[in-house]
């Protein structure tokens, strides 16, 4: 995330260009809704991959969260500072229930590996408090976090019927999709569209919760169409 904020002080800098002034630019971006998601690939190609890094035995669950949510806290305040007033924060879903995280661990007679979704969890309790803490300790700023949790949790989405396989035939190295061959043709009852991504008609229906709020849950403490209201 550290290079995305160099690349967008880069683009506030040509946005000041065009608007004639820096206080022109910062204007301008306090009206705009920022949209920020971290911590998937801490999680998928870091602490659980035990083969390649060391970090699940240097830390426990509680421990890596707490690391990544100060990391994260660093990151969003130097979004506030390079004029950032309305930021929406989502949470990770339930990595546990992606299809490659099933392959490599199992279920143990379960749905979703265990294991992976407390670990997430945690994180994302830390994350919700974060943007609790923002709010109060910073002037003129508006955070919301998106739990992604409660918005894909229960029978959500009508149609679905294949959960924890991905439509495309995916690579046994990366788990993405492998080239030249054809997908589902039914793509519309998927889950997922490799063993990592949703497809689209789940990401459409995350959007929507996330803009208009149907439970106190999904969204706190506003949603993105009252934070478009600010």
Request: charged fraction near 15%.
């Amino acid at each position: 995330m550290y290079k995305q904020l160099l690349n967008h002080q880069i683009v506030i800098s040509r946005i000041a260009m065009l608007l004639g002034s820096k206080e022109a630019a910062t204007n301008h971006l306090s009206k705009c809704i920022y949209s920020v998601g971290m911590g998937n690939n801490d999680y998928i190609n870091n602490y659980f991959q035990p083969q390649y890094y060391p970090t699940s035995s240097q830390y426990t669950g509680e421990q890596y969260a707490t690391v990544l949510v100060q990391q994260y806290s660093k990151q969003l305040k130097t979004l506030y500072e390079y004029g950032a007033n309305k930021i929406a924060i989502f949470g990770l879903g339930q990595i546990g229930c992606t299809p490659a995280e099933i392959a490599v661990y199992g279920t143990n007679g379960f749905a979703c590996v265990d294991k992976i979704n407390s670990a997430v969890e945690i994180f994302n309790v830390k994350l919700k408090s974060l943007v609790d803490d923002l709010n109060k300790e910073l002037a003129g700023v508006k955070f919301i976090y998106i739990n992604i949790t409660s918005i894909t949790s229960g029978k959500a989405f009508p149609g679905l019927t294949v959960l924890n396989v991905p439509c495309c035939n995916v690579s046994s190295i990366t788990r993405l999709c492998v080239s030249n061959k054809a997908p589902c043709s039914n793509r519309s009852t998927y889950a997922f569209w490799d063993a990592y991504h949703p497809t689209e008609i789940v990401n459409v229906f995350v959007a929507g919760r996330a803009y208009n709020a149907q439970t106190a849950f999904d969204a706190s403490p506003i949603d993105i169409r009252s934070l478009a209201q600010l």
